[in-house]
């Protein structure tokens, strides 16, 4: 069946099998390869995408229920070469190893956020529940989300968009033990 | 050219990585799409062990869109046998290992038939369509019965469930004293069967392959961490000329060891592709992945420690059944052993004796996982410690001080026979000790106990060190480790100054592109955005030992450190014949060369220059001045740490929660301290999944009952605690950088904590393991006293150490 749906802001119009799932859509027909297939149950969540601005797992999707619809992936995200300050956040924060996960963990961010503009550790925890990392063991992204609640609040200056190198190692100090 | 302002290494430069991964701009295996590219799709055998007695194909051939369907007879012929390169004994048995089941199944995920078609939909359509009878055949899935007399065999033309036997003695070996005169003579004898189950790498993004068939060659990409090792295997395993075969792993999502292998799909894939003429792609699904990747652990370990009522060890002996599962994968057999190097840890044990087993199973091939080998010796030997303390009544900290190497020890020569070459326990415990607040959390939990509180607190320790920076070639040799340890790189000066380095590691994750260009950046004196790091194309790095072993920095990070010296040698000796004095005259700071005593300069940007455009070399110095270097090291390097966890374990529904977590790494000198920290806090929450979340599940028939992420309890961020890192800094002597490795540190160290915790949480209960993972329902078992709990094939709920569980 023909579908029209709005992908980050431009319209594709297609004819799709009813089956095929809105991640398949996204990859194998409009080349939109930055949103991945990391599971076939819906628990990883790194195939998070937004319809009509929240996020979804796009392999719990069919592609004709994004009829009529608006998506973004991570690839809409930037704005004129000018990174989303969720995706700033992370690379500031080291929120990610080998990067798999972090397409859907950005956007689930980005949603948690829209949510809950001020959430605590426990609250980002809990957000990003149904997505899963290997590689980072989460602390990083929680801290890379609370950063960036903090860079996107009213009001917020320049200032928060500095990033300052040593921070991460003032915050584990180091400590020399020393051999000799 | 600008001088860096300031050393790069050791600054947390952000990852020049990220910028692809965050935009979602990245190129893992299966976003590939060539002209004409068919897709191929696995059916895989539902059962364990069985014959095949026919495979019809006959309707799934006439199914829309598909190409071709090849069963095991079609591909008996060219498909060879999988290659393990590491024959640990002289005498060891190895079954053929097809990439396809020609005519018998061994574990239930085995490939057996295969449909090409024109997309992914389709073929996998089509593998419905096929049908397959089996003539079931006994299944063999418990260690300790596969090696009774008369046992059902997975291969009966061995004769025999057991693949090897591999012996350390340190007596023979002179490394130490006789471990039974030890044992015979102790004042204390403590005695434990652990179990380490299996475990699945589960790496986030599921493999996929591609394969390009040009006239007589062929392009491969795949999610593998080894493309230089793949490329190899697969031409000795095929037959096809090396020289017209490239592969490439573009980004790849982890692999946790979990990629460190030679799969049957590669090699299906590839044969598929030639035979069509055609690209064609396969990528797993994640119940594929976790049915039939290589799983890892999967171990019975029973330990004797033999101590002085003092606390001093006098005697330790290892006896281990390790699981291979129905085949021998790559390095499958070696990673109990390398283990057996691992046992007596940062002790100073005088008699010690390994013995490891490896038995066949019909279950999924184990192989490397994350730590391979050294997480399930140190969680033995961390686990026993506790309980010899508990034995003699003393602070399980006091036991491991009496017994490790002091740092006026090193360089140590264990008992197991390797030389510890740095390290400092006492000043890595003092901080951890510090920063946990040891003593107030000890007064909390005697509060606790004293009150009957239903919450109760305990405290698990891990004094760890491993070997790592894998490894020196002629150590592998003498281990009969088929390939050498050393690592690559090559630097390409480009006219305009901007630098390549290509390096024969092959990251997924790990960030060496950052990490690399800082060393280049330093040593060069040019600046970090000028190097770019070329990696994982064979045609590109033509020669790399890949990643793994956490030895990607030691070894091939000082790969690097040579190719750059070898371009300033060659530099100071154009410069100087440009500045006309003798080469050593010649100064080099920041990238500019100077002339002694004068205010001659010449920046490496003009020497390169001058290098490339050859108006003016010296008397027989070629032009240019890219160099490359292979450095094979002397010696492994040998981290070590303290990590320090308290748990608060809920006596009346067993649930455990960590309540604080602190580790202190020493991982000698360290170029970004941002990717290090990264390194241990994911290692570590892989160590604590294995003590409380994960298992690979088999039920009596051999399938595997965790195949998806719903059922394989990967943590989320709910499930694992804040972790408070720090480091200490003993340089390694065995590389110029100084530098120990970093990638296995946190999950070797943490899962024994955890476990350790709980148990000293309800130690007083009567309470003396638990086996892992350490769920509500096996701790709350252990409460109940309940020692007689079956264990299920496999292991379900309950301990298989008559004296451990409940005490």
Same mark, same amino acid.
């Given at each position: ?180 | ?595 002694? &005593? /004068?205010? #001659? =300069?010449?920046? $490496?940007? *003009?020497?390169? %220059?001058?290098?490339? +455009? ?87 028939? &051999? /399938?595997? #009952? =965790?195949?998806? $992420?719903? *059922?394989?309890? %990967?943590?989320?961020? +709910? ?87 409940? &005490?």
């Amino acid at each position: 069946m023909r579908i029209t749906v709005t992908v980050d802001g431009v319209d594709y119009s297609d004819e799709v099998e009813p089956r095929t799932l809105l991640v398949h859509h996204l990859r194998e027909r409009l080349g939109k390869t930055g949103t991945v297939v990391g599971c076939d149950t819906g628990n990883c969540g790194a195939c998070t995408v937004h319809l009509d601005g929240h996020s979804v797992k796009s392999c719990a999707v069919l592609a004709v229920q994004a009829n009529g619809r608006e998506v973004t992936t991570v690839e809409g995200l930037a704005r004129d070469g000018l990174l989303h300050p969720v995706q700033q956040a992370f690379h500031d924060n080291h929120a990610l190893q080998c990067g798999f996960c972090t397409p859907g963990m950005i956007m689930q961010a980005i949603d948690l956020l829209a949510d809950d503009p001020d959430p605590d550790e426990d609250a980002v925890r809990h957000g990003l529940e149904g997505n899963l990392c290997r590689c980072t063991g989460y602390q990083n992204v929680v801290r890379a989300v609370r950063d960036a609640a903090r860079r996107m609040s009213p009001g917020a200056g320049p200032d928060v968009e500095r990033v300052d190198e040593r921070a991460v190692v003032e915050r584990a100090p180091l400590h020399t033990g020393g051999g000799e | 050219m600008t001088a860096t302002a300031e050393p790069e290494v050791g600054r947390a430069r952000r990852r020049k990585e990220d910028a692809r991964l965050i935009t979602g701009a990245t190129r893992w295996t299966d976003n590939i799409q060539l002209a004409g590219m068919l897709h191929m799709a696995v059916l895989r055998s539902p059962v364990a062990h069985a014959r095949i007695t026919s495979v019809d194909v006959t309707a799934a051939v006439r199914m829309p869109g598909v190409l071709d369907v090849l069963t095991g007879s079609d591909l008996a012929d060219e498909q060879g046998s999988l290659p393990c390169a590491w024959p640990i004994t002289e005498d060891m048995l190895a079954p053929p290992a097809p990439s396809i089941a020609v005519d018998e199944v061994n574990f239930a995920g085995e490939a057996v038939a295969l449909v090409i078609a024109r997309t992914a939909y389709e073929a996998h359509d089509a593998l419905a369509a096929i049908d397959v009878d089996y003539e079931d055949l006994p299944v063999v899935l418990d260690m300790a019965a596969a090696i009774e007399d008369g046992a059902d065999l997975v291969h009966p033309d061995l004769g025999t469930n057991k693949s090897a036997t591999w012996v350390f003695d340190s007596a023979e070996a002179g490394t130490g004293t006789d471990v039974d005169r030890a044992v015979a003579s102790g004042e204390v004898v403590v005695e434990r069967t652990f179990r380490q189950q299996r475990l699945i790498p589960a790496f986030m993004e599921p493999r996929s392959v591609v394969v390009d068939p040009t006239s007589d060659s062929a392009t491969m990409w795949s999610s593998t961490q080894v493309p230089h090792v793949l490329r190899w295997m697969l031409s000795a395993v095929l037959g096809i000329p090396e020289h017209k075969l490239r592969v490439i792993a573009p980004d790849v999502g982890g692999g946790f060891g979990g990629k460190l292998q030679v799969t049957p799909e590669e090699v299906l894939t590839l044969l598929v592709a030639r035979r069509l003429g055609k690209p064609v792609k396969w990528t797993e699904s994640r119940t594929e992945s976790m049915l039939c990747a290589h799983h890892g652990r999967d171990q019975v370990q029973r330990i004797t420690l033999a101590a002085r009522a003092d606390g001093t060890v006098t005697g330790l002996k290892v006896d281990l059944l390790a699981d291979m599962g129905a085949y021998l994968r790559l390095v499958s057999p070696g990673v109990p052993i390398l283990g057996a190097f691992m046992f007596n840890a940062i002790y100073k044990f005088p008699a010690y004796r390994f013995t490891c087993t490896n038995v066949f199973t019909n279950k999924t091939p184990t192989d490397a996982y994350r730590g391979a080998g050294r997480p399930e010796a140190t969680f033995a030997i961390e686990r026993i410690m506790d309980e010899l303390a508990a034995e003699l009544g003393v602070d399980p900290l006091k036991l491991r001080q009496r017994n490790w190497i002091r740092h006026e020890d090193f360089p140590f020569t264990t008992v197991s026979g390797l030389t510890y070459d740095s390290g400092n326990y006492e000043a890595a415990t003092a901080r951890a000790v510090e920063l946990f607040g040891y003593d107030a959390l000890r007064a909390e939990q005697d509060e606790r106990r004293a009150n009957g509180d239903p919450v109760q607190l305990g405290i698990g320790i891990s004094t760890y060190t491993e070997m790592c920076g894998l490894a020196p070639s002629r150590v592998l040799g003498a281990l009969r480790y088929a390939a050498g340890g050393w690592e690559h790189a090559a630097i390409r000066m480009l006219p305009t100054g901007k630098v390549e380095l290509v390096t024969g590691t092959s990251p997924h994750g790990q960030g060496h592109e950052t990490a690399w260009s800082q060393i280049v950046a330093d040593r060069l004196g040019v600046p970090f955005e000028d190097v770019e790091v070329l990696h994982g194309d064979t045609q590109v790095s033509h020669r790399g030992m890949d990643s793994y072993g956490s030895r990607s920095l030691a070894v091939g990070g000082t790969a690097v450190v040579l190719a750059a010296d070898k371009v300033l040698a060659k530099a100071r000796t154009v410069a100087a014949h440009l500045m006309e004095c003798s080469a050593d005259d010649v100064e080099f700071t920041s990238g500019t060369f100077s002339v002694r &005593g /004068t205010s #001659t =300069t010449m920046a $490496l940007g *003009d020497v390169v %220059v001058a290098a490339h +455009v050859a108006h003016d070399l010296p008397d027989g110095v070629e032009p240019g001045l890219d160099a490359e270097a292979t450095f094979d090291p002397t010696d492994f390097s040998y981290p070590h740490g303290t990590h320090l966890c308290a748990t608060e374990v809920d006596t009346q529904t067993g649930r455990v929660r960590i309540r604080s977590y602190v580790c202190v790494d020493d991982v000698g000198k360290v170029v970004n301290p941002l990717i290090v920290e990264g390194q241990v806090h994911g290692g570590v929450a892989q160590g604590i999944a294995q003590a409380l979340y994960e298992e690979a599940v088999h039920d009596e028939g &051999g /399938t595997l #009952t =965790t195949a998806t $992420l719903a *059922d394989y309890l %990967v943590p989320s961020a +709910v499930d694992l605690p804040w972790f408070t890192t720090d480091r200490t800094e003993t340089p390694a002597e065995s590389n110029p950088l100084g530098v120990k490795g970093v990638g296995e540190a946190g999950t070797i160290a943490s899962t024994p904590a955890v476990v350790n915790a709980i148990v000293d949480a309800v130690r007083h209960m009567g309470v003396t393991d638990v086996e892992m993972p350490c769920t509500p329902m096996r701790v709350w078992k252990a409460l109940q006293g309940r020692t007689a709990v079956t264990p299920a094939t496999g292991g379900v709920h309950g301990s298989i150490d008559a004296r451990g569980g409940a &005490g």
